[in-house]
């Protein structure tokens, strides 16, 4: 009887380390910096967490909204920083058709999938492949095996993201991901909350925002696509010319949630520039994806870092991607990766200082 119960308590002991080992071992914070420039980022759902650099007065700041904690982190939600997946935005109704068969996925947004489902990639602990803190190239690969069924979605993925530091003031993020063995969407999105004037520095309505975009993809009232391809000229959407976030805003229930289709055909397009005329600070956005969703933190309401209370409008994200619910409109530009093609999504960040910006 003695014996049993000792191998009972083992067995538990056993499944306790194991459930730790994933939930806190296996997770942590790795930084890559250059001088002045520092990112940091957790393998707990390949988020960026920090990101400071210096202001036009050589102060140097985090301009990314986050936490303190990977406990935080760990209940988010707002993907602050994450890596979305397996397919960012939304699916309509949480299901699409692929070669014949109705893929019936996890509802975690009213009746539809949003950014992957409840466990999507942004809720998994990724292995750490590669990592190299500071020198000539620092940065950090990490890797997910998404497996066949996860949230509905068919077939195995491998997928991998690198952060890198570049010269000068430059973020690279390259994503990746390998269909092993059946057709399937993939749409990968980094979803970092941007204030160029400091996370806690309260709301972005002042900055001024260029997105190289003539149109959007309209939805209905549950944030879906309608498959309409519509131009922004004489909308609030209008961002061809640079102006402030704030200048039309009102004119919009309350904020901006839409996805931009790029004009450029170029393998690296240019997306966006912001500028927060306090710091100085500007970020140019260069990605491979053909679209950007264009967000600004519209019900946002959360305690983030040093106990900072973000309120709605306390950011922007620019977030690259395929068109959302590009699965059920065949007019959109497909996001289905086959066994053996492999899913490339180049992002670029390039940071500088410039005191005003003449051409607005």
């Known amino acids: 009887m003695s014996s049993n119960i000792n191998l009972l308590f083992c067995l538990f002991i056993l499944h306790l380390w194991a459930v730790i080992s994933v939930t806190e071992k296996d997770i942590g914070v790795y930084e890559i910096k250059k001088g002045d420039f520092s990112v940091k980022v957790t393998n707990y759902g390949a988020r960026i967490i920090s990101v400071f650099l210096p202001d036009k007065h050589g102060e140097v700041g985090d301009v990314v909204l986050g936490y303190d904690t990977i406990e935080e982190y760990q209940n988010d939600t707002t993907s602050f920083g994450a890596l979305l997946g397996r397919v960012a935005n939304r699916i309509g109704g949480a299901q699409f058709t692929l070669n014949g068969t109705v893929y019936k996925l996890v509802a975690n947004d009213g009746p539809n999938t949003l950014h992957g489902g409840v466990k999507g990639f942004s809720r998994v602990v990724w292995n750490v492949s590669k990592y190299n803190q500071d020198g000539s190239y620092p940065h950090v690969t990490l890797t997910y095996h998404s497996a066949d069924g996860e949230e509905g979605f068919p077939g195995d993925l ?21 269909a092993l063995n059946k057709a399937t969407p993939v749409n990968l999105a980094q979803h970092s909350y941007w204030n160029l004037g400091g996370h806690n520095s309260g709301d972005i309505l002042s900055n001024v925002v260029q997105i190289f975009a003539s149109h959007i993809t309209p939805v209905d009232k549950y944030l879906i696509p309608t498959g309409e391809i519509s131009p922004v000229k004489n909308t609030p959407y209008d961002f061809l010319k640079p102006r402030r976030v704030g200048s039309q805003i009102k004119e919009l229930q309350s904020g901006y949630d839409i996805n931009y289709a790029l004009d450029s055909a170029e393998k690296m397009k240019h997306v966006a520039i912001v500028h927060d005329e306090k710091s100085g600070r500007v970020m140019e956005v260069e990605a491979s994806a053909p679209g950007v969703q264009f967000y600004t933190a519209n019900s946002l309401i959360q305690k983030g870092k040093g106990g900072y209370v973000y309120q709605p409008h306390a950011a922007l994200c620019f977030e690259t991607q395929g068109f959302p619910d590009a699965v059920n409109h065949p007019n959109f530009p497909s996001t289905i990766v086959t066994p053996g093609k492999v899913y490339v999504h180049k992002l670029l960040y390039t940071f500088s200082i410039m005191k005003y910006w003449n051409s607005y």
Request: charged share 20%; hydrophobic share 50%.
């Open 158 to 178: 491998l997928v991998s993201v690198t952060y890198a530091l570049k010269d000068p003031y430059k973020l690279s993020v390259l994503m990746t991901a390998k």
